[in-house]
Structure formats: C-alpha cells, structure tokens
C-alpha cells in the first residue's frame, strides 16, 4: 500500500482511480500515484490512431466541449473511460500510463550516446563491406550504429559504379540535394566552383553551412586515388568541443549560443545562413560543430561583441588543428566513407594532379531518416 495514500487516509485499491476537475489520479501497478489530463487522455484514446498508417484520426480541435468523463475505472490491465456526451469508450494499458506518468520523452532507440575519438582512431574505424550491408540487416545495424556513435565509418568493396554510391545511400535514406546537385564529383575541374575541385589543400571544414539546414550524412565513394599526397584528414569535432568546454566554459558558451553567417555566391546561387559553430542536442550534450573557413561570410556582428567572439571562435579553430584529433589517412579506391557531416570535420592534403589519378564522388542523406531506419529496424527486432 502505497506511504503517501495511507497518511492521506486513502485506500488505494477502493480508490485507484480518482477523478478530479482537469484531470484525474490514478494508482499505477508500481503502486506510485500518476496525474492525467483529461484533455491528454480524450486526445490520446489508443483508438485515436489508425491501426495500419498508425497515424492519429482523431482531430481535438474539433472536439466541442472540454472532456469529461461519465465514468473511469480500472479493468484487465487497462483504465477504461466512457465519455460524457459521446457513444465512446477508451481503454487505456497501463504500462502505456505509466509511460508517460512523469512527462518524460518516449525511449528513443536511436539517443545513443555518442564515443568521442582522436587522432589514432584509423584502425578502429568501423568497416562494413558492400555486399554485407545488401544482404545483411545485423550489418546494417553495425554501420548505423558506427554512425550514431562515432559519427563515421568506411564502406569496402564498393563496385566502381555511379549506382554502387545511390544503392548504399538509399539503405538509410534518401538522396538529399544540395546547391551542387544531388551528387558532386571531387576531382580537379578547369574551372572550379569550390576548392574541393582542386589539388590544393583543402581546409579542415563541414559541408555547405551556407544552407538553412546543411545536409546531415555524407558519402564520398573513392573511385581512384594514385596520386602523390592528398591524405584525407577527419576530426571529431564533439571531441574537440567537449574539450573546449572542460578549458573555457565562456568561449564553449559564446560559440553553442551565437549566430555567424555563412554564404556561397557563384554564378546564379547566393546561399546564405545563420549556424551556431557548436551544436548542442536536448541532453545539453554537444552533437556537433559547424566550420567552414572558405564559406563563412563577413561577421556581422556587434563589434564589442566581437572582442569576446574571436577569441572564443579562433581558439576553436585552433584546436581543430591539433595533431591530438587529426586522423590522417588515404582513402583507397573501392571504399566508401560515410559521416556525420554535422559532427565529423574533414579536409585533405594538397597532391599533385600531374601524379596520377584520383575521384571521389560523393552525395548526402540527412540525420532524421538514418534515425528513422534505425528506429523501425530496431523496434521490429529485424537485426537478426
């Protein structure tokens, strides 16, 4: 018998469930005392959801007067409510009840905590071959979880075809267009739209910021590489926040809270958006950086405020530089490298164009369908 009922002179078998004004209060099996809103609990009915699209089909803004209930009761498990003025009746599980007793987010299987890295991650990488993702849900799983945890991993085996980079996308979501089309060649142009195309080096940076919402996976397929130099260079920058935020507080605070523009102006595109440089997810927890050198517009900030901004901003900077994060490595024809582009910093070496070959191609999914994938694999228990 619960303490709490007992010093309120309740008996909670007689009263379980006990109706109020706005809502009502109910014993749950742990034998804990839960409020419900009536509202809540009108709108939420089990039967409000279509059984197969699992979509809601009950709309509360046309319900015409405030819910009450004629009568509640609990029976076989569940609180079962007939509605004042309606020919409706909701069962209500109590384990669903108990759910969402205390207001908290459903359990997400995709909130994974995320395992920082540094500079001597290469060998560790997760790798997944091409085949065993086609064939294999429990390899799917392992790739989608690399994503989620580490923010990357490489494919291997990949066949030297466009298709080969649309079919390994499209496993966990679809393809995402940015200002450079749905898929971007990475060798050296003529004349070059963006420094990727070219053999110089290339700065540590995440991609195309100047856009609203940047796109959220990346994949770059290495369909040749035999040139001289052009290591590939990855960073995690949550790593480097985290650290950052241990050191300086105020600059971590400064650079989580504060809007820089960002642009992209070329022959008929001028993308510009606002992105703070360190992004922070629900848990107050970093989930990723944006930074891109080459693409960050004049700060237009208030110039007192600047006096404490570069500081905090060029510190950062700073850090990303150090051999502590920077994993180095050449990426080999046949693999693919898929990351989080919201968290992983990349750049390379220069290399010499005269010394041999060397293409990537590359496009992008977003962060909410990889999610997604994971959910519905994980929640019909398919990794086998």
Same mark, same amino acid.
């Given at each position: 018998?619960?303490?709490?009922?007992?010093?309120?002179?309740? &008996?909670?078998?007689?009263?379980?469930?006990?109706?109020?004004?706005?809502?009502?209060?109910?014993?749950?099996?742990?034998?804990?005392?839960?409020?419900?809103?009536?509202?809540?609990?009108?709108?939420? $009915?089990?039967?409000?959801?279509?059984?197969?699209?699992?979509?809601?089909?009950?709309?509360?803004?046309?319900?015409?007067?405030?819910?009450?209930?004629?009568?509640?009761?609990?029976?076989?498990?569940?609180? /079962?409510?007939?509605?004042?003025?309606?020919?409706?009746?909701?069962?209500?599980?109590?384990?669903?009840?108990?759910?969402?007793?205390?207001?908290?987010?459903?359990?997400?299987?995709?909130?994974?905590?995320?395992?920082?890295?540094?500079?001597?991650?290469?060998?560790?990488?997760?790798?997944? =071959?091409?085949?065993?993702?086609?064939?294999?849900?429990?390899?799917?799983?392992?790739?989608?979880?690399?994503?989620?945890?580490?923010?990357?991993?490489?494919? !291997?085996?990949?066949?030297? !075809? &466009?298709?080969?980079?649309?079919?390994?996308?499209?496993?966990?979501?679809?393809?995402?267009?940015?200002?450079?089309?749905?898929?971007?060649?990475?060798?050296?142009?003529?004349?070059?739209?963006?420094?990727?195309?070219?053999?110089?080096?290339?700065?540590?940076?995440? &991609?195309?910021?100047?856009?609203?919402?940047?796109?959220?996976?990346?994949?770059?397929? $290495?369909?040749?590489? =035999?040139?001289?130099?052009?290591?590939?260079?990855?960073?995690?920058? !949550?790593?480097?926040?985290?650290?950052?935020?241990?050191?300086?507080?105020?600059?971590?605070?400064?650079?989580?809270?504060?809007?820089?523009?960002?642009?992209?102006?070329?022959?008929?595109? &001028?993308?510009?958006?606002?992105?703070? /440089?360190?992004?922070?997810?629900?848990?107050?927890?970093?989930?990723?950086?944006?930074?891109?050198?080459?693409?960050?517009?004049?700060?237009?900030?208030?110039?007192?405020?600047?006096?404490?901004?570069?500081?905090?901003?060029?510190?950062?900077?700073?850090?990303?530089?150090?051999?502590?994060?920077?994993?180095?490595?050449?990426?080999?024809?046949?693999? $693919?490298?898929?990351?989080?582009?919201?968290?992983?910093?990349?750049?390379?070496?220069?290399? =010499?164009?005269?010394?041999?070959?060397?293409?990537?191609?590359?496009?992008?999914?977003?962060?909410?369908?990889?999610?997604?994938?994971?959910?519905?694999?994980? =929640?019909?228990?398919?990794?086998?």
């Amino acid at each position: 018998m619960d303490a709490a009922l007992i010093e309120a002179g309740k &008996d909670p078998v007689a009263d379980a469930v006990m109706p109020g004004e706005t809502g009502l209060d109910l014993i749950l099996p742990d034998g804990s005392l839960a409020y419900f809103n009536y509202w809540w609990l009108r709108d939420n $009915c089990p039967r409000s959801f279509d059984a197969q699209t699992r979509e809601r089909v009950f709309d509360i803004f046309h319900h015409g007067a405030t819910p009450r209930p004629a009568h509640a009761r609990l029976e076989g498990g569940a609180l /079962v409510i007939d509605w004042t003025g309606e020919d409706h009746r909701s069962h209500y599980p109590l384990a669903m009840l108990q759910a969402y007793a205390q207001g908290q987010p459903r359990p997400d299987p995709a909130d994974l905590p995320r395992r920082p890295w540094f500079a001597d991650h290469y060998h560790a990488l997760t790798r997944v =071959s091409h085949a065993g993702l086609i064939d294999s849900a429990a390899e799917r799983r392992r790739w989608m979880e690399a994503l989620l945890t580490e923010g990357l991993a490489i494919v !291997t085996g990949m066949p030297d !075809t &466009d298709a080969a980079l649309t079919d390994t996308a499209e496993l966990i979501g679809t393809i995402r267009p940015s200002f450079f089309g749905a898929y971007f060649d990475v060798r050296t142009h003529i004349k070059p739209t963006n420094l990727a195309y070219t053999a110089s080096a290339l700065e540590l940076h995440t &991609d195309v910021p100047a856009e609203e919402l940047a796109p959220g996976i990346q994949f770059l397929h $290495c369909r040749a590489n =035999s040139v001289q130099g052009g290591l590939n260079l990855f960073l995690d920058g !949550t790593a480097v926040a985290n650290d950052l935020r241990a050191a300086d507080p105020e600059a971590f605070r400064l650079l989580a809270e504060t809007e820089i523009p960002f642009y992209k102006e070329h022959d008929d595109i &001028d993308m510009r958006a606002r992105q703070r /440089v360190i992004e922070l997810d629900r848990h107050g927890q970093v989930s990723g950086v944006t930074i891109s050198q080459h693409m960050a517009d004049i700060f237009d900030l208030p110039q007192r405020v600047l006096d404490s901004y570069y500081p905090a901003f060029v510190r950062f900077g700073r850090m990303l530089q150090d051999p502590k994060y920077v994993m180095r490595f050449t990426l080999r024809a046949g693999e $693919c490298i898929t990351f989080d582009n919201h968290r992983i910093v990349h750049g390379r070496e220069a290399y =010499s164009a005269t010394s041999g070959e060397r293409y990537l191609r590359g496009t992008y999914t977003d962060r909410g369908e990889l999610r997604g994938k994971y959910r519905a694999l994980v =929640s019909e228990g398919r990794f086998k």
